[in-house]
């Protein structure tokens, strides 16, 4: 059973940073498409930041330069760091991790900056 578990977020203010964690059970992230997400109210789920297989990294230009997204193998956790945060980054994240055609989902966490 493939589960990823989710940690980190919570309230910062404008300019604070937090760092988002994904650890998975059940598969591998260095074997899969590893991706965040977030959903902010009353929009869709749009993608953050993306790392391949090989390790290629892609952001949205929302969060160019103020977000990076990394992987550690051994402990088979997915991060995502978020540096000058702003009251738009607030949103619900979510991980996923795509593995031969299959999408897997973490529950979500809860990211608030204030103004």
């Known amino acids: 059973q493939v589960q990823l578990m989710q940690s980190g977020g919570g309230l910062v203010q404008a300019g604070g940073s937090l760092r988002l964690s994904c650890a998975a059970s059940?598969?591998?992230?260095?074997?899969?498409?590893s991706a965040w997400y977030r959903q902010a109210p009353g929009k869709q789920r749009e993608l953050v930041a993306a790392i391949s297989r090989g390790g290629s990294r892609n952001y949205a230009d929302s969060v160019k330069g103020r977000f990076t997204i990394s992987r550690d193998n051994v402990k088979n956790t997915v991060y995502l760091q978020m540096n000058s945060l702003k009251p738009e980054d607030t949103a619900i994240y979510f991980c996923?991790?795509?593995?031969?055609?299959?999408?897997?989902w973490g529950t979500g966490t809860q990211v608030t900056v204030s103004s």
């Open positions: 996923k991790a795509a593995v031969i055609g299959l999408d897997y």
């Open positions: 059940g598969i591998t992230f260095s074997g899969s498409v």
